[in-house]
């Protein structure tokens, strides 16, 4: 591999994902609909009394899927259980912005990267600088962020809305200018404290690895 494409592959980062998780390649349309497809039954079974059960969760993850392609993202996580017979909604995509690298005067540790970051949601039209909060693990420091709205989902004519809760966690490549970004989904919003928890065990547990190998 030249140094060129080196530096074009994303970063791998991992993630130690408590209980059971679905992953799900959003690029690959046709695969992560066998998979979806295959997860539902599993999760709710055949019968024909299961069928409306079956169809709002291939919804939830259909709409999971398909928002993770459109951000581009090359990873997605559904979350299944959170711990045996704990069934958690929430979603992780994770994305390496190709256009998000800090300028050349920045150096390349952590502290530089995330603070000039920082300093760029300070100014920007995103709206979640007053979040912005430094979180530091064992394995990684990161930047978080979080949001939350109203979201309003139909079910047979039936308008259900829940406050949803998106949790962004900011990560400086070892060695290098350049962020990645995992993006945590839910639409537990009414537990904002104990979901951030959540979020945040995972999040601060993951590692860098070699970079993702290229087809």
Known sequence: MSGRQAEAAP?????????RWLTVDPRDERQARAQIDATVRDLVGAADDAAIA????????DRAVSAAREAEAHALFLCLEAAPGVWTPASLTV????????????????????????EGLATSAVGVADTARRLDGPRASVLRTDREYQETVEEDGVAVTATRLEADYWYAVPGSKQVVLASFATPLGELRNAMLSFFDSIAL???FGAPAARA
């Open 11 to 19: 970063p791998r980062l991992t993630f130690q994902l408590p209980g």
């Open 54 to 61: 079956r169809r709002r969760l291939r919804e939830s993850f």
């Open 205 to 207: 547990a993951a590692s």
């Open 95 to 118: 994305h390496a912005p190709k256009r998000l690298r800090m300028t050349p005067a920045v150096g390349t540790s952590a502290d530089a990267v995330l603070s000039v970051l920082r």
